[in-house]
């Protein structure tokens, strides 16, 4: 059974960090672009993050670029995202996803990822 598995979720104040970490099973993704996206209440599911297989690649939406850092380790099958300067409107269930569709098409998107991990909550407190 494939899962991805995210840890590293809670309760920070504004201005802290959180490192979510990601853990896969049941099948290599080493070859496939791994991302990160997130729920707040109410809305839609968007991308924050994602990074190619090489890890020579990395993409962000505009709200976390800079504050926000996504990294792959391919030996362990695991990807994390450092979360720095983290704000209230950061707050939102946060999943991991892999795509495993050889191609870029679709990175930024949540149609264009094949596996979901379950998310972790990360709530940021003004």
């Known amino acids: 059974q494939v899962q991805l598995v995210e840890t590293g979720g809670g309760l920070v104040q504004a201005g802290g960090s959180l490192r979510l970490s990601c853990a896969a099973s049941g099948r290599t993704f080493r070859r496939d672009v791994l991302g990160w996206f997130r729920q707040a209440p109410g809305k839609e599911r968007e991308f924050v993050a994602a990074?190619?297989?090489?890890?020579?690649?990395?993409y962000y939406a505009d709200s976390v670029k800079g504050r926000f850092t996504i990294s792959r380790d391919n030996a362990k099958d695991t990807v994390n995202v450092q979360m720095n300067s983290l704000k209230p409107e950061d707050t939102a269930v946060y999943y991991c996803?892999?795509?495993?569709?050889?191609?870029?098409?679709?990175?930024?998107?949540?149609?264009?990822?094949?596996?979901w991990g379950q998310g972790t909550q990360v709530t940021v407190s003004a």
């Open positions: 996803a892999a795509k495993t569709r050889g191609d870029l098409s679709g990175v930024y998107s949540v149609t264009g990822y094949d596996y």
């Open positions: 990074i190619t297989w090489s890890g020579g690649s990395t």
